[in-house]
């Protein structure tokens, strides 16, 4: 750092120069719990344009939303778009995939994940069931059925309850009912319990065959629920099930009460507009909110 001072009379002017302690700009230390403090190193490089993983996703999805099904054209694409990529966009990537099912394109989510997959990336549960979907939705029944074998092998006891799910609601609408019974008898033989549509599913399978034995078999083992929860209003309200299974009378009378209360605000709210209009206290207009003054 350079300071001016008064001097030698003849430059009038002299410049000295202070020294100024340097502070060190990574000091900080991340306590690790396990092998104790660890120093944080500075980045090798950093990017100075940024670009988020939702403009870059947006991107993603209008460079191979106008190409044809050429398995060629659309890999060429996907490659060139993460050419300068240091490591592979997988957020990018993962929202891309999310804007293609919500517009039901699901030949670009097969291309896009059987591409993310030869990458080596990206191979986790979701992205097996959302390719498991895109299958069964784009009408390819035998390479959906592969795929659940091959998933169902590798990841036998750690299997999510909606490949099951999803797997049964497609040999329901087919109407293999041979099979359905094959994949309940793996999940009750992998302890996965099955969920009230499954129940509801296979109950009506028995029903359709007249095997009514293994019908009542079915609802002793897995009753129906006693308590169910709904949304109403976004709140979560919880819902007591009746025998016949319907839960209309419990929302009708919440309904009900909830028109009640409000009907009770608005009565509430004139009484208190007509009172200040009259020039009562503001200690009476509390009480009267408050519920403790009645008006007559």
């Known amino acids: 750092m350079l300071s001016l001072k008064y001097g030698t009379p003849t430059f009038g002017l002299a410049l000295e120069r202070t020294a ?3 502070t060190q700009k990574f000091s900080s230390v991340v306590v690790c719990g396990a092998r104790g403090p660890r120093p944080r190193y500075p980045r090798v490089w950093k990017a100075d344009k940024r670009i988020g993983t939702v403009s870059k996703s947006q991107k993603l999805v209008k460079c191979i939303k106008d190409l044809s099904n050429v398995k060629e054209e659309v890999y060429g694409a996907l490659d060139s778009f993460v050419a300068w ?3 592979f966009p ?7 995939l999310k804007t293609l099912e919500d517009e039901k394109e699901w030949k670009r989510i097969i291309q896009v994940i059987k591409w993310m997959f030869n990458k080596g990336q990206g191979k986790t549960m979701g992205s097996y069931y959302t390719l498991l979907n895109a299958l069964i939705e784009d009408g390819r029944v035998e390479e959906a059925e592969e795929l659940f074998g091959k998933i169902f092998s590798r990841y036998m006891e750690g299997l999510p309850r909606t490949f099951f799910m999803r797997i049964i609601s497609l040999y329901y609408s087919l109407g293999s009912y041979q099979k359905i019974f094959e994949v309940f008898a793996d999940m009750e033989e992998l ?3 099955p969920d009230r549509s499954i129940v509801r599913m296979l109950g009506q399978v028995f029903q359709k065959l007249e095997m ?6 079915l609802i002793k083992k897995y009753p129906p629920p006693k308590i169910e929860y709904r949304y109403i209003k976004g709140k979560r309200i919880r819902l007591k099930i009746y025998p016949d299974n319907s839960t209309e009378e419990a929302t009708n009378k919440y309904s009900a009460t909830e ?3 409000e009907a009770e605000g608005i009565n509430l709210d004139k009484k208190l507009e007509e009172a200040a209009s009259t020039g009562m206290d503001k200690n009476v207009l509390r009480d009267a909110a408050c519920g403790d003054l009645e008006f007559v």
């Open 20 to 22: 100024v302690p340097h």
């Open 85 to 87: 990529e240091l490591e």
């Open 90 to 96: 997988l957020i990018a990537v993962k929202k891309a």
């Open 191 to 193: 302890g996965v319990r």
């Open 212 to 217: 009514f034995d293994k019908y009542e078999k």
């Open 259 to 261: 028109e009640l209360e």
